[in-house]
């Protein structure tokens, strides 16, 4: 008897394990899916060709110089995630030859997309954008958020 419980249980918990890889490929197909309602339709899902992972892969792929981890979680470490895509940005710019900016896509059930991201990325996209909008910058400058950011 005490078998058979112990192989219930084994069985309950390797099918917990599937649903939450089930959830967060699910989570990365609702992130690229909400990326493309934006207007962003190059985004998709890192291996949704290529069937491979490399550890240092963004989740989806298709925004420039911007490094996406996504989490659909009930309960997020926000700071263990973060650092998790940091260190994934950070391994990923040397292979790719530009520094890109780490991003966290996130959300709960019924409730919306948050993203989080690095304070201090954070001010220089904003002072980017009060530049771009006091006219500092136009589309013919030819000037990128990746170079003026100081990134490439």
């Known amino acids: 008897?005490?078998?058979?419980?112990?192989?219930?249980?084994?069985?309950?918990?390797?099918?917990?394990?599937?649903?939450?890889n089930l959830k967060g490929k699910e989570g990365e197909r609702e992130w690229s899916h909400f990326c493309r309602k934006q207007g962003y339709d190059e985004v998709r899902r890192s291996q949704q060709y290529s069937g491979k992972h490399d550890p240092d892969d963004a989740d989806c792929?298709?925004?420039?110089?911007?490094?996406?981890?996504?989490?659909?979680?009930?309960?997020?470490?926000?700071?263990?995630?973060?650092?998790?895509?940091?260190?994934?940005?950070?391994?990923?710019?040397?292979?790719?030859?530009r520094l890109l900016t780490p991003i966290l896509a996130h959300r709960k059930n019924h409730k919306k997309w948050l993203v989080t991201m690095d304070a201090d990325d954070w001010f220089r996209?904003?002072?980017?954008?009060?530049?771009?909008?006091?006219?500092?910058?136009?589309?013919?400058?030819?000037?990128?958020?990746?170079?003026?950011m100081g990134k490439i």
């Open 125 to 148: 996209f904003y002072k980017y954008y009060l530049d771009f909008k006091k006219g500092l910058y136009h589309k013919k400058d030819k000037i990128t958020i990746g170079n003026y």
């Open 61 to 97: 792929i298709g925004l420039p110089y911007i490094h996406q981890e996504v989490k659909r979680r009930q309960k997020l470490y926000i700071h263990e995630a973060m650092a998790e895509a940091m260190a994934e940005a950070n391994n990923h710019s040397i292979k790719v030859g």
């Open 1 to 20: 008897m005490k078998k058979k419980t112990l192989s219930k249980t084994k069985d309950k918990l390797k099918k917990k394990r599937i649903n939450s």
